[in-house]
Every structure is written in C-alpha cells, then in structure tokens.
C-alpha cells in the first residue's frame, strides 16, 4: 500500500485492512515499511478529507508543517480546516 493509496482509502476499508492485523507492526511489515512510519501514515488518516487532498495534490500551504500546528490531530475536521485558513 501506498502512502497515496492508504490516504485515500476510505475509513470503512482502511478499517477493513487493519482488522486482518493483530498489530500496526504486522501491517507495517507486511507492506514493508517500518512500524514507526505506518503509524505516521495511519495518524494522517484523522485529518480532514480536504486537508488530505490538499497534501497529495501539493496545495498545501507551503512553510505550513503539520508539526507546527499543535493538537490538530485532536481537531473535528470543521476546527482543522479552520485552522488551515
């Protein structure tokens, strides 16, 4: 799977992936990638739909790292998106 891929898959089938793992590490070594970078990737999963687009497509504000936005994580996706404005 794909970072690309595993964005865009929709929570009911990226639910549906996870529940043939025990363990985010099961998933991440089968699909060959670190456990630590799944869990980033799968973290990415709670951002709003737009906010993901927007970061595939490259639109994403430039200078404007996730990292720089403390609890946005923690965010509805209404109070992410207004955060991103």
Same mark, same amino acid.
Do not use: N
């Given at each position: %799977?794909?970072?690309?891929?595993? @964005? ?20 991440? +070594?089968?699909?060959? %990638?670190?456990?630590?970078? %799944? ?13 993901? +687009?927007?970061? @595939? ?11 720089? %936005? ?16």
């Amino acid at each position: %799977m794909s970072v690309a891929v595993g @964005l865009r898959a929709t929570p009911s089938s990226a639910a549906g992936a996870l529940s043939e793992f025990a363990t985010i590490g099961d998933l991440a +070594e089968r699909e060959g %990638m670190a456990a630590f970078y %799944m869990t980033r990737v799968a973290r990415l999963k709670l951002l709003a739909p737009e906010i993901i +687009e927007a970061i @595939l497509e490259g639109k994403r504000a430039e200078g404007a790292p996730l990292a720089q %936005m403390p609890g946005l994580f923690s965010l509805t996706w209404y109070d992410q998106l207004a955060a991103e404005a």
